[in-house]
C-alpha cells in the first residue's frame, strides 16, 4: 500500500513568492490533516479535511495560507505571499475513518521543507 | 486544551542499554496518547498508542510506553537500545477534534 506522499520535497523560494505544496493521502483514507514545524519548535497543526469538507481550521497562522481538497483526494497548501517566518517543514498526515475502520491512527508523509529567503 | 511535553531535547545512551524518552500530557478527560519517530529525511512514523486498556503499550522496533496516570506520563521506553534507533521522538495527544498535538520532540543518540 502506498503511503502519503508530498510534494515538492524542497522548497526554496524569495519573501513575497508564492509556493504550493500537495499532499496526497493514503488511497481511502477521509481524514487529511497539516501540520507545521518551524525550526527546532514542535509540530503544530494547520487543519483537518474530512473528505473535502475543512473540519478544523483552527491553526491556520494567518489569511496568507490557503488549503484545499477539492473532490476529497489530494490537498494543496499554497502560501501566497510568502514570509521569513514561513519557513518550516510541513507534513501532511492521512487516516480512516474510524466509525467504519476501527482505526484513527494517523500516518504522515515525507514533509516538505519550506525555506523563504 | 489537550497538550503534552517533551521535557528533555537530547537523550544519549550507549547501545545495548535501555533507553527511556520522557512525555507528560495535560489533558481533560481519557487521554489517548501516541509516540511517533523522525528518521533522518523521512516522514513521521507511528509506534505505538495508548487509548485504554494496559497500561504497558506495546509498539513497533521493540518499543513500549507506560501510561501513568497519577504522575500524568507516558514515557517511551526499549530494553536495550541500537544504534538504529537513533531519531527525533515525537510524543502526541489527541484532540479532541481528532487532531493531534505534538511536544517539541526528542533527539535520541545511541552510540556504539
Known amino acids: 500500500e502506498a503511503g502519503v506522499t508530498q510534494f515538492p520535497s524542497h522548497s526554496v523560494i524569495e519573501k513575497g513568492q508564492t509556493v504550493t505544496l500537495r499532499c496526497d493521502p493514503i488511497s481511502g483514507h477521509d481524514n487529511l490533516y497539516w501540520y507545521r514545524r518551524v525550526m527546532g519548535k514542535e509540530i503544530k497543526f494547520l487543519l483537518h479535511f474530512v473528505k473535502e469538507s475543512k473540519q478544523d481550521e483552527s491553526g491556520m497562522p494567518n489569511n496568507r495560507f490557503l488549503a484545499e481538497r477539492t473532490g476529497g483526494t489530494y490537498s494543496t497548501l499554497k502560501v501566497q505571499p510568502a514570509e521569513l517566518e514561513d519557513s518550516g517543514v510541513y507534513f501532511c498526515?492521512?487516516?480512516?475513518?474510524?466509525?467504519?475502520?476501527?482505526?484513527?491512527?494517523?500516518?504522515f508523509g515525507p514533509g516538505t521543507r519550506l525555506t523563504v529567503l | 486544551a489537550q497538550s503534552v511535553a517533551q521535557p528533555e531535547d537530547q537523550v544519549n545512551v550507549a547501545e545495548g542499554n535501555p533507553l527511556t524518552v520522557k512525555c507528560t500530557y495535560s489533558?481533560?478527560?481519557?487521554?489517548?496518547l501516541f509516540w511517533y519517530v523522525q528518521y533522518p529525511n523521512r516522514g513521521l512514523q507511528f509506534l505505538l498508542k495508548?487509548?485504554?486498556?494496559?497500561?504497558l503499550v506495546k509498539g513497533s522496533y521493540g518499543f513500549e510506553a507506560e501510561f501513568n496516570k497519577s504522575q500524568t506520563s507516558f514515557h517511551l521506553k526499549k530494553p536495550s537500545a541500537l544504534v538504529s534507533d537513533s531519531a527525533l521522538y515525537f510524543c502526541?495527544?489527541?484532540?479532541?477534534?481528532?487532531?493531534?498535538?505534538f511536544g517539541a520532540g526528542t533527539r535520541l543518540t545511541v552510540k556504539p
Open positions: 495508548y487509548i485504554t486498556g494496559d497500561n
Open positions: 502526541a495527544v489527541r484532540d479532541y477534534d481528532n487532531d493531534m498535538r
Open positions: 498526515a492521512s487516516s480512516q475513518d474510524q466509525r467504519t475502520s476501527g482505526t484513527d491512527t494517523q500516518y
Open positions: 489533558v481533560s478527560g481519557n487521554p489517548y
